[in-house]
């Protein structure tokens, strides 16, 4: 399951999707976000799902890849969509046993939140897929830039989210070192119902926890015998520029929200 996690994990291959402007797509994540929340229907989420397979196709990672995000996730979503099923009312009864009652409505409403979930972790999967950690910490240090001016720390703020999106993957790995460990142990992490499985990854918390912040130390070390001391002075080896490709991308992610907002109004 912990090498099914995509998030936080870059996929190295020259695209139009990896050449674009790290600010760019960090904007249009939050439009594609924004453009989530406003589908109502299931054209709303045939578009999305048809802006997801664009963007994979153009980026050239693979489809099953931004889907294997999805597998740690399949208990929340399949527990949102039973509780919208379940407890939203409706007047379009379709099952109706003892305590048991499902409508129409409900079953849209558990349907299209399930829906939401994975479209919003496909999207965010994408941008992390597709942009690497340095340009991801300088899209985020440069838009925030303006608010320097309210003494906002956007350069220790874009560093600190930078890092935790890169021990993601260090963290994961870590702790399939210590499962195995522990399971040529004679430990079982398998077996058992829910709550077993839970306790039995109890034991797996101490190291990992001793494991990070050990790394957290070293990282900490690194950076002071490199003198480093903040966004002060600091140059950059790829000075960001916006170029044609940037342009188009806005372009029609604008067409896209236009789109799901004229969408979203003829279903109201």
């Known amino acids: 399951m912990l090498n099914n996690i995509t998030l936080g994990q870059y996929y190295p291959v020259d695209s139009p ?17 924004v453009a989530v929340f406003l589908a109502k229907s299931f054209i709303g989420y045939a578009l999305l799902l048809g802006w997801i397979i664009l963007v994979s196709g153009l980026s050239h990672v693979p489809f099953r890849l931004v889907m294997k995000g999805l597998k740690p996730l399949r208990i929340i979503i399949i527990l949102t969509f039973l509780l919208n099923l379940f407890m939203t009312p409706g007047d379009t009864v379709w099952v109706e046993f003892w305590i048991i009652r ?16 994975v479209f919003l972790v496909a999207g965010t999967s994408l941008l992390t897929l ?15 830039t303006p608010l320097k001016k309210l003494h906002f720390p956007a350069h220790e703020l874009a560093m600190m989210m930078t890092i935790a999106l890169r021990f993601i993957p260090t963290l994961l790995e ?9 399971m040529a142990r004679g430990a079982d992490f398998e077996s058992g119902n829910l ?3 839970a306790k039995a990854m109890v034991p797996l918390l101490v190291p990992l926890f001793v ?19 903040g966004g002060e002075g600091r140059t950059r080896l790829r000075v960001l520029k ?12 604008v067409l896209f929200i236009g789109l799901m907002i004229l969408e979203s109004r003829l279903i109201y």
């Not at 597709?130 to 838009?143: R, Y």
């Not at 494991?211 to 001391?229: K, N, Q, W």
């Not at 916006?242 to 992610?253: E, F, G, K, S």
């Open 174 to 182: 870590e702790t399939d070192k210590i499962m195995k460990a522990q």
């Open 102 to 117: 499902i409508t129409k409505e409900a079953f849209l409403q558990a349907l299209f939140y399930s829906l939401r979930l």
């Open 211 to 229: 494991s990070a912040f050990r790394r957290a130390g070293d990282l900490a070390m690194a950076m002071e015998s490199r003198c480093y001391h």
């Open 242 to 253: 916006l170029t044609r490709q940037d342009w188009i991308a806005c372009a029609v992610t």
């Open 195 to 197: 709550i077993s499985r």
């Open 130 to 144: 597709t942009t690497s950690p340095i340009a991801l910490s300088d899209g985020i240090e440069l838009l925030l």
């Open 17 to 33: 999707i990896h050449r674009l402007d790290p600010r760019i797509k960090l904007i249009l994540t939050i439009a594609y976000i």
